[in-house]
DNA sequence: TAATGAAAAACGAACGTTCGTTCATTTTTC
DNA sequence: GAAAAATGAACGAACGTTCGTTTTTCATTA
């Protein structure tokens, strides 16, 4: 790795740090190269600016994105086991990058999804054909939609990190830890109830 | 209505506005001060700062308070007339203050969950003595925490929200006018299905 | 009802600060 | 030794807030 993208993967990193802790227009260019190690204009030999960061922070580190490969990957033989998996890997990637939630508030906010549209419009086509492969493996889930069970999981992501950021601290610490799996199973069972009808 | 509270209003609603269409720092006070009619000093007659203007549009139009209400008055008999019920009240404000959902991220972002926390402080202990009613009122949710119904809520308000943001484009129409329909019911089934066991 | 006067509201110029970015220059890399 | 990277002072613009002043409001009084 050259000297350039060593700093620059430094510059990603700081501010992946501080984006998440303090938020954007909270964030200063200043405090970023200070914290980043090197001085204030040579930020701008590795990006054309603020925004430019941000994009690289959002698009190489977004769990959606990291997830699919897994996804892709999965051996599960029926219906469950695929969402169990699906859904182990989504917590995975929650886990691994725990404060990454903010930084999609922040590209809502600041950015008006323009980013997350990117991603969706290259991550969907996989996304719906990872569906249309579980559709074929076994026939209970067939009466659901592919983009109904993508919006569900959407679902899962955000209401799993939004109850934590604002109901956490008043949640019994069992169920905190079996929220995620408390709330697959809603899913599965409501999914598979539904698509019996 | 006095005229004090009169611009007190007007601003509040001229902030909602353009907060949500903007975000927080993407609105300026001049700009502010210029769509709501008055000078940029007048505002200070109303409001301490930005921040106290931020926090009364979030306070006085926050759809969770708004729905108390409502929710407390329910009529339903039947474990399912109160989820639809209340899954109807949510849907109503929702389609009321579309945009609002921008508001709650800005919150996030910029507050830090600062007033979110309030807001259920205030709302939860009522929050949960409804769900308290509710399993008075039929057996068969018994078996279901109380504040897991209520992230479950949390997760299907957020869950509409931000499918339609991020997948409004690409769902097809028929889909998009019962999206709320289909993620109740599956809600629902799931979590009859799941406090059976 | 009309006059009054203190409080409330409106005004807009001015202040101090901070921000993202640029640039001429020096240092390092390979 | 040419290209890449690093430096930090300087620039101009925009921001939230303050302040001295003028205008309006409205309960009280005549």
């Known amino acids: 790795m050259s000297k350039g993208e060593d700093t620059r993967q430094t510059i990603i990193d700081t501010a992946h740090k501080l984006f998440t802790r303090q938020g954007y227009h909270g964030t200063s260019m200043r405090q970023l190269a200070k914290e980043a190690g090197i001085a204030l204009g040579?930020?701008?030999?590795?990006?054309?600016?603020?925004?430019?960061?941000?994009?690289?922070?959002?698009?190489?580190?977004?769990?959606?994105?990291?997830?699919l490969p897994a996804i892709e990957g999965a051996q599960g033989e029926t219906?469950?086991?695929?969402?169990?998996?699906?859904?182990?890997?989504?917590?995975?990637?929650?886990?691994r990058?725990?404060?990454?939630?903010?930084?999609?508030?922040?590209e809502i906010v600041e950015f008006k999804n323009t980013h997350t549209h990117e991603i969706f419009e290259t991550a969907f086509p996989r996304g719906v054909q990872i569906?249309?492969?579980?559709?074929?493996a076994q026939g209970s889930l067939r009466a659901i939609p592919a983009l109904m069970l993508i919006?569900?999981?959407?679902?899962?992501?955000?209401?799993?990190?939004?109850?934590?950021?604002?109901?956490?601290?008043?949640?019994?610490?069992?169920?905190?830890?079996?929220?995620?799996?408390?709330?697959?199973?809603?899913?599965l069972h409501g999914i598979l109830e539904r698509s019996e009808e």
Chains 1, 2 share one sequence.
């Open 97 to 106: 990058k725990p404060d990454f939630i903010n930084l999609i508030f922040i």
């Open 42 to 67: 040579g930020v701008y030999n590795h990006f054309s600016g603020k925004e430019d960061i941000f994009r690289a922070v959002f698009m190489e580190n977004h769990p959606f994105l990291e997830m």
């Open 151 to 187: 919006r569900a999981f959407i679902g899962l992501f955000f209401s799993y990190h939004l109850a934590e950021t604002m109901l956490g601290e008043i949640t019994p610490p069992e169920f905190r830890e079996n929220a995620m799996d408390y709330q697959v199973d809603i899913l």
């Open 79 to 95: 219906i469950e086991d695929l969402v169990h998996d699906a859904a182990a890997q989504m917590l995975a990637a929650i886990k």
């Open 131 to 136: 569906v249309a492969r579980m559709e074929e």
